[in-house]
């Protein structure tokens, strides 16, 4: 099974600063790695998927990098709307498709 | 729209059963594998099950396989989730999620809440 880690679990950030947000698989899985976003009381949004492909409709502020074992998120210039919970998926060695623990992004 | 509808979670006791329902609308529901997801209180999200298009492939998370089963109604545009022998760890938000052939879940529903206690 991949085991993903996040880190870090919580990041103190302020409206407009940056945001990097790291993700660690325990072996390769290539370039199939997904971000979500997950708000209280929603449903988990799909941000990025294939590493670094952002998917409909999200803003370009969030872009995703890495491969392999060593994958990044970046929130460019966060926006109120951003603060959340975001969790790294793989989709690479399956069953189980394993997501990471999660990064709360809270206002500082 | 593109969009996809729990239902029929509650409050159940340990060791009794629930029928979960996902409903799909606005695509074309047998091209999509689905997938059952949840998050527990004050945990992560956690895969549980898997199934293919066509029904003919069904992955469990070791957490429930044996206790819990998978299916789907393509006529009906709907999967389900049966669980029996629940236990109060299985006390969690579930949500059926969409992808295309195992590849990330790109639309996932608003979620129902089940929780197991006495």
């Known amino acids: 099974e991949v085991v993903l880690t996040q880190s870090p679990a919580t990041l103190s950030v302020s409206p407009g600063e940056r945001a990097t947000l790291s993700c660690r698989a325990s072996q390769s899985v290539t370039d199939n790695l997904a971000w979500y976003q997950q708000k209280p009381g929603q449903a988990p949004r799909l941000l990025i998927y294939?590493?670094?492909t952002r998917a409909t409709g999200i803003p370009a502020r969030f872009s995703g990098s890495g491969s392999g074992t060593d994958f990044t998120l970046t929130i460019s210039s966060l926006q109120s709307e951003d603060f959340a919970v975001y969790y790294c998926q793989q989709y690479y060695d399956w069953p189980p498709w394993t997501f990471g623990q999660g990064t709360k992004v809270e206002i500082k | 729209q593109v969009q996809l509808v729990e239902s029929g979670g509650g409050l159940v006791k340990p060791g009794g059963s629930l029928r979960l329902s996902c409903s799909a609308s606005g695509f074309t529901f047998s091209d999509y594998y689905i997938n059952w997801v949840r998050r527990a209180p004050g945990k992560g999200l956690e895969w549980i099950a898997h199934i293919t298009g066509s029904g003919n492939t069904i992955y469990y998370a070791d957490s429930v396989k044996g206790r819990f089963t998978i299916s789907r109604d393509n006529a009906k545009n709907s999967v389900y989730l049966q669980m029996s022998n629940l236990r109060a760890e299985d006390t969690a938000v579930y949500y059926c999620?969409?992808?295309?052939?195992?590849?990330?879940?790109?639309?996932w529903g608003q979620g129902t809440m089940v929780t197991v206690s006495s």
């Open positions: 294939a590493a670094s």
């Open positions: 999620a969409r992808d295309r052939s195992a590849d990330a879940f790109d639309i």
